[in-house]
């Protein structure tokens, strides 16, 4: 069900060698810029008629409007079932606790006395953010991207998400009524390449959207082959891919707990990485073991589950000790990084490169996609050892405000004209000696 990869040995391997070993779902975001680039091209020439035709053409049905009637956000959230709404209640408060601690505030530093440099954090004005709707149904993608949003303080807040046939070209009611209850009310029936590119562009008319400053959220590759195509014309967080799990355990750890965390991930898609990584082969053979009931009792079995731990993508990684163990998810650097050992807080305080970590027996994936506060839209495909989860800071800029009173300027002059004359840029330097008569102030 889930292949093996032995890297126990005398000569642990060590860099690309070593990354080059793991398995890594195949996710060519390159060759599907071909595809997606007539899309975009055509949203921006045509605007809201190639968005729904578009849409149509693979199978998300036609909606009577591009913009989605505020009506229809009322009622799905006045019919949505009472415990998913208190689900998504709590899901909400949890994650403002956590986003609206890492709002940053301005900070001045005086470089020298009469000189100061002030950093300010500026929202960006306008968002576009891209709620998936495929295989399964996200409301808790909502979350995760309007509520750093709104705590950054961004004033214009749009939501696309595919339109559901099942729902008369609406996009997927628990969608809706998480917006509803969010307080955004613009929302687009849109997916795929055609949203990014309608974010980017803006589609005129009556049901129209304007363009945004930056896109985030996550989607299959067509949504990320457009963020890369689009990129320049507006921001973007992530190219996300297929979503990942890796568990670093020890001997310590439960195999029942290992094997339904592996699954849970297996579950969101047939391209979704499993790994576990474990110096214990009395764990390895444990899992294996457990895999194969709990998968057969499993609703999305066949169509996703053993696609997903049979891919190439996934396997168990058998380590001399839990040192190398940690070399090992390092160079993955997973979406979601799960420690079962002895003393998981220690070995989590060790981890370099992980979109999250989740820390012992009671901290599972799952908590952190739904209800731990954290945020769950995450650099995926290795992606972690450069880049960071969607936060507040995603919808915030640095602006750097500087202010010298002219003793200040005076007194830095001779420095700033001698770099500029070094570089061969003597205009700089005479935009100072202007202001001082065009010449150095002395010291």
């Not at 355990?249 to 707990?257: C, N, R």
């Not at 110096?279 to 194969?292: N, Q, T």
């Not at 010298?404 to 330097?429: C, I, K, N, Q, S």
Request: proline share 6%.
């Amino acid at each position: 069900m889930i292949s093996r990869i032995d890297l126990r040995g005398d000569t642990f391997p060590e860099g690309g060698a070593l990354r080059s070993l793991l398995p890594r779902a195949e996710f060519d975001v390159e060759a599907a810029l071909e595809k997606v680039r007539p899309i975009c091209e055509d949203v921006r020439h045509r605007g809201a008629e190639a968005v729904l035709s578009w849409g149509e053409k693979f199978g998300d049905g036609r909606p009577a409007r591009l913009r989605v009637p505020e009506e229809a956000l009322h009622r799905a959230l006045d019919t949505l079932a009472p415990a998913v709404r208190a689900a998504l209640e709590e899901s909400v408060r949890r994650a403002r606790i956590v986003h609206r601690a890492q709002r940053r505030t301005d900070t001045t530093t005086q470089v020298v006395p009469g000189g100061t440099v002030t950093e300010r954090w500026v929202p960006v004005g306008r968002v576009g953010l891209y709620v998936p709707g495929g295989l399964s149904v996200y409301p808790s993608s909502v979350v995760m991207n309007v509520v750093p949003a709104q705590e950054a303080g961004v004033e214009g807040i749009a939501v696309a998400s595919p339109a559901q046939a099942d729902f008369g070209g609406l996009p997927h009611p628990t969608i809706l009524a998480a917006c509803a209850l969010l307080g955004v009310d613009e929302v687009y029936a849109a997916g795929g390449a055609q949203a990014v590119a309608m974010f980017a562009y803006g589609v005129p008319g009556p049901d129209g959207c304007r363009p945004v400053d930056l896109v985030t959220g996550p989607g299959n590759i067509y949504v990320a082959a457009a963020k890369r195509l689009l990129k320049g014309v507006v921001g973007i967080d992530a190219e996300a891919g297929p979503t990942e799990i890796a568990v670093l355990a020890d001997a310590t750890a439960d195999p029942v707990h290992v094997a339904a965390d592996l699954i849970s991930q297996a579950e969101h898609d047939p391209m979704a990485a499993a790994v576990l990584v474990t110096d214990s082969a009395v764990l390895a053979d444990a899992v294996e073991a457990e895999l194969a009931p709990q998968v057969e009792a499993s609703k999305h079995a066949e169509a996703r589950i053993r696609p997903a731990l049979a891919g190439r993508q996934s396997a168990i990684v058998l380590v001399d000790s839990l040192d190398d163990g940690l070399r090992v998810v390092d160079a993955y650097a997973a979406e979601h990084l799960e420690i079962q050992t002895a003393d998981a807080a220690a070995v989590a305080a060790r981890v370099r490169n992980a979109g999250a970590i989740f820390v012992g027996p009671y901290a599972p994936v799952s908590l952190g996609d739904y209800a731990a506060g954290s945020n769950h839209v995450l650099p995926t495909g290795g992606c972690a050892c450069h880049s960071s989860g969607l936060s507040v800071q995603s919808f915030l800029r640095g602006i750097h405000v500087v202010d010298y009173t002219r003793d200040a300027l005076a007194d830095v002059t001779h420095h700033v004209v001698t770099l500029a004359e070094a570089e061969d840029l003597p205009a700089h330097g005479a935009a100072l000696k202007a202001r001082f008569g065009w010449k150095v102030p002395q010291k």
